[in-house]
């Protein structure tokens, strides 16, 4: 399975972006998917997750300012992000969570796209 994520580039700050996460098949549906995001020099960090159920879960440092959501066929992940400041700039990467069964469990990741916010 691969996760295609896209929708990064260069944004003023106080723009927007969408980045979305897409894989072969049907393995969003059944996910937990994540985006997570990774600037120079710092760890990787969560930024927004949508579980399987649809439940919703923010980090403190964009809450009202992104929103993340699947399309109705649930084969794509977006990542609205608005209202964008230097600081959102990183890396960025979607991250697919679940299980086939108990005894198999499994986990995927994007290749990452770059986000970039300039003053």
């Known amino acids: 399975v691969q996760l295609q994520a896209s929708g990064g580039g260069l944004v003023q700050a106080g723009g927007s972006l969408r980045l979305s996460c897409a894989a072969s098949?049907?393995?969003?549906?059944?996910?937990?998917v994540s985006w997570y995001r990774q600037a120079p020099g710092n760890q990787r960090e969560l930024v927004a997750v949508i579980t399987s159920r649809g439940s919703t879960n923010y980090a403190e440092s964009v809450k009202g300012r992104f929103t993340i959501s699947r399309d109705n066929a649930r084969t794509t992940v977006y990542l609205q992000m608005n209202s964008l400041k230097p600081e959102d700039t990183a890396v960025y990467y979607c991250n697919a969570v679940g299980a086939f069964s108990v005894e198999s469990k499994y986990e995927y990741w994007g290749q990452g796209t770059q986000v970039t916010v300039s003053s």
């Open positions: 098949g049907s393995i969003l549906r059944i996910s937990d």
